[in-house]
């Protein structure tokens, strides 16, 4: 594992962050049948955004990296602390990564994921089952937590640089009000109709959340 990591760092020295795919093992070892990118539902256009050197156009609307996979270099943990509260490590370093340097995916499966029913996060397929508990779950607690999330890396931003581009700092003023926008929706459903479709209507959906798939969620989760 590492010394496939190392050899795309060599190959990149810009990169900061390398990821990969994994092979999902069960509590006692034995494979699943399933792979880590299938089961988060990774897209071609996701895996070729980030292959571009545009990992941060695909991290604005998801996390991507599991902290399992990763290797890094040095100066990504320079620049990424302190970690902020409200923010995952993994994918706090991997946003770091895409403002500051080059985010770079490891080719093939680079560990053997293990699910075994107590993980902290752990991984779960996109079922018709989860879908539908999404829609019917409460929406108000992580969507005030998506907003801080994304008010604190804008506060950061100055401090990390000259690396992060005007218009990628642009980009991550437009995630945070497209949270903040999401977080201050009202409690009724029927008063969100009309102020998120709008939104939607400026495409804000598809490049900061998950398109439909948010849009739904927003007009029909319970307060």
Known sequence: RLSRALAVFDAD?????????ARIIDGDGEPTGAALFATLGVSADERAR?????????????????GATVL???ELI???VPFPIDWVHDEWLAVVAALTSRVAIVPGDVIDY???????????RLTPTVAIGRLTEP???RNRRMASQWAQLESRVPA?????????????RNKAAHERFR????????????????????????QFSRGPQDVLRDLVQPA
């Open 13 to 21: 020295p810009a990169a900061t962050l390398t990821f990969g795919d």
């Open 78 to 80: 320079d620049r990424a």
């Open 160 to 172: 990390l640089g000259a690396q992060v581009t005007p218009a990628d700092a642009g980009l991550v």
């Open 50 to 66: 980030v292959e571009a050197g545009r990992a941060l156009d695909a991290l604005l609307r998801r996390n991507l990296v599991t």
């Open 72 to 74: 890094l270099r040095r």
């Open 114 to 124: 293990r699910i075994h029913g107590g993980n902290q996060i752990g991984v779960a």
């Open 183 to 206: 977080a201050a929706l009202p409690a009724s459903r029927f008063g969100r109709i009309r102020p998120v479709l709008r939104h939607a209507r400026t495409g804000a959906y598809s």
């Open 139 to 141: 929406r108000g607690e």
